[in-house]
């Protein structure tokens, strides 16, 4: 079932080997700066989206332009950006399930839900990541993972619940939607682990990534008729900012799955939900309500008894 077995057992081992590690300031460190950064990106798709732009198109420059600026970073610090078909490859793949795709959709979204609604769909992430693992033989199926997406969906549950954070019936249609997303970045997470190739810096990675991203983008975005060049001030602002969010999330994206593995990078998404609702506070004044506040609980506490797993030998 696994196409890539030699890459799988070295994943594995690197992840039993730094479980411990996980626990110290660095990683704990850079997966916060991951999800503050990252967390920017919603306030900018809901600016580019008010400005006129189209989800396929915006979507398409925020990658392309932070990919292209890491590519002329990458040239400047004597790192070639490789296109032989074992990078190309991890680009295209992480890119459009990471990127490309999953900012398109939530960009599609986006106007027809809560902004503090929206990124509640990350917080799913880690559930799906650990399915996805398991199927790829990366993790094993456990007591403890089983509750914990139990509790994860019960989070869902609660976001769908009659009067609960969503405005009206149409909107479940758009949350349902959405939640295509954290299948997407579950695939991208593994992937991220199972094909980059050895002999790279995440810089080069990061830049191949974006590049992917975009590159899966491009036919949509013709094909729709959704292609666009940003000029207004409107639209030039979201979208300088939404590359460079990009830029500096998909180097950190890029370093910490190779250090600590998927598993533990998709939690990020637990704390990017906390820092989307404090950066959609900021820009728009929008107060989580209580239901939306009680589904990130109920999530949180999906993962943190999943990872359990671990100290108990998988049991």
């Known amino acids: 079932m696994t196409p890539f077995p030699c890459v799988n057992l070295q994943v594995t081992q690197m992840g039993e080997r730094d479980m411990e590690k996980t626990l110290g300031f660095v990683p704990i460190a850079l997966l916060v700066m991951a999800a503050a950064i990252y967390g920017l990106v919603f306030p900018f798709n809901a600016l580019a989206t008010a400005a006129g732009a189209t989800f396929f198109g915006h979507a398409f420059w925020q ?76 993790d094993r199926l456990s007591l403890f993972g089983l509750v914990g997406m139990a509790l994860g969906f019960a989070g869902v549950a609660v976001v769908l619940a009659p009067e609960s954070a969503l405005p009206g019936e149409g909107a479940i249609s758009w949350f349902l939607l959405a939640l295509i997303t954290p299948i997407l970045l579950a695939i991208a997470n593994v992937s991220a682990a199972l094909l980059r190739p050895p002999e790279t810096t995440s810089l080069v990675m990061g830049s191949g990534f974006l590049l992917g991203a975009g590159l899966s983008l491009a036919p949509l975005m013709i094909g729709f ?91």
Request: net charge positive; charged share 10%.
């Open 225 to 315: 008729g959704q292609f666009y060049v940003p000029q207004s001030v409107d639209l030039v602002l979201p979208t300088i900012g939404s590359a460079a969010v990009n830029g500096v999330f998909i180097i950190l994206f890029a370093e910490i799955v190779r250090r600590y593995g998927p598993t533990f990078f998709a939690q990020f998404n637990y704390l990017a939900v906390v820092a989307a609702l404090g950066w959609a506070f900021l820009f728009f004044g929008d107060e989580p309500s209580i239901y939306a506040v009680a589904a990130l609980i109920l999530m949180a506490a999906g993962v943190l008894v999943s990872e359990l797993r671990h100290r108990h030998g998988g049991s």
């Open 63 to 138: 990658v392309f332009l932070g990919g292209a600026v890491l590519f002329v970073i990458a040239l400047m610090r004597g790192q070639l950006v490789s296109f032989r078909w074992t990078f190309l490859r991890a680009y295209v793949v992480v890119g459009a399930f990471g990127f490309g795709l999953p900012m398109a959709l939530l960009t599609f979204v986006g106007p027809n839900l809560p902004s503090g609604i929206i990124p509640l769909v990350l917080a799913l992430s880690p559930i799906f990541t650990y399915l996805v693992s398991i199927l790829f033989r990366m």
